[in-house]
T-cell receptor, first 107, second 116 residues
Framework: QKEVEQNSGPLSVPEGAIASLNCTYS??????FFWYRQYSGKSPELIMSIYSNGDKEDGRFTAQLNKASQYVSLLIRDSQPSDSATYLCAVRVDMRFGAGTRLTVKP | ETGVTQTPRHLVMGMTNKKSLKCEQH?????MYWYKQSAKKPLELMFVYNFKEQTENNSVPSRFSPECPNSSHLFLHLHTLQPEDSALYLC???????????????FGEGSRLTVL
């Protein structure tokens, strides 16, 4: 059974702090990795994609991939209350999602 | 219209009813997906269509019947559903080229289904 695992949280951080979200996956054949953000009552929206080992930065977001450890993470710097949402990790080939980590950023 | 649109946004049906969910994508993508999202559970992949051909059926009960008449439209026909089928049904599209499926998904707003 191919699995994508995330801590369900909730993860609470103060405004301005770094939020660290983690994801592990079981399928070594996975090729592409994505982080989606889902606000309550809304559909998931893509915030980061990463395809090769290392770090990828986009504004306040950094995705980190370690294929040897089958681990992908998302760092959110200078967290804002508007970042409060559920963050979903997704892994391809077959686009499986983790259960999501609920993040709360407290003013 | 842009993106991925789903109708209806909300649907209430009895266990004996027949209804359909519709999805349309305006992104020129070749792959379309149905996902089910239940409370406190991961997104569950139900069906995948690539160039109108079904490439995945993730052990979904036959009371859910997909239809993909072209690369822009996807339907999910519903009949004799159970209360546990109540969930948010999300449609998504991506630009994929077999054998590589590396594209990100773009989601519609979802259809909230309640089965009484």
């Amino acid at each position: 059974q191919k699995e994508v695992e995330q801590n369900s949280g909730p993860l609470s951080v103060p405004e301005g702090a770094i939020a660290s979200l983690n994801c592990t996956y079981s399928d070594r054949g996975s090729q592409s990795f994505f982080w989606y953000r889902q606000y309550s009552g809304k559909s998931p929206e893509l915030i980061m994609s990463i395809y090769s080992n290392g770090d990828k930065e986009d504004g306040r977001f950094t995705a980190q991939l370690n294929k040897a450890s089958q681990y992908v993470s998302l760092l959110i710097r200078d967290s804002q209350p508007s970042d409060s949402a559920t963050y979903l990790c997704a892994v391809r080939v077959d686009m499986r999602f983790g259960a999501g980590t609920r993040l709360t950023v407290k003013p | 219209e842009t993106g991925v649109t789903q109708t209806p946004r909300h649907l209430v049906m009895g266990m004996t009813n027949k209804k359909s969910l519709k999805c349309e994508q305006h992104l020129g993508h070749n792959a379309m997906y149905w996902y089910k999202q239940s409370a406190k559970k991961p997104l569950e992949l139900m069906f995948v269509y690539n160039f109108k051909e079904q490439t995945e059926n993730n052990s979904v009960p036959s009371r859910f019947s997909p239809e993909c008449p072209n690369s822009s439209h996807l339907f999910l026909h519903l009949h004799t559903l159970q209360p546990e089928d109540s969930a948010l049904y999300l449609c998504a599209s991506s630009q994929d080229r077999p054998p590589s499926f590396t594209g990100e998904l773009f989601f519609g707003e979802g259809s909230r289904l309640t089965v009484l």
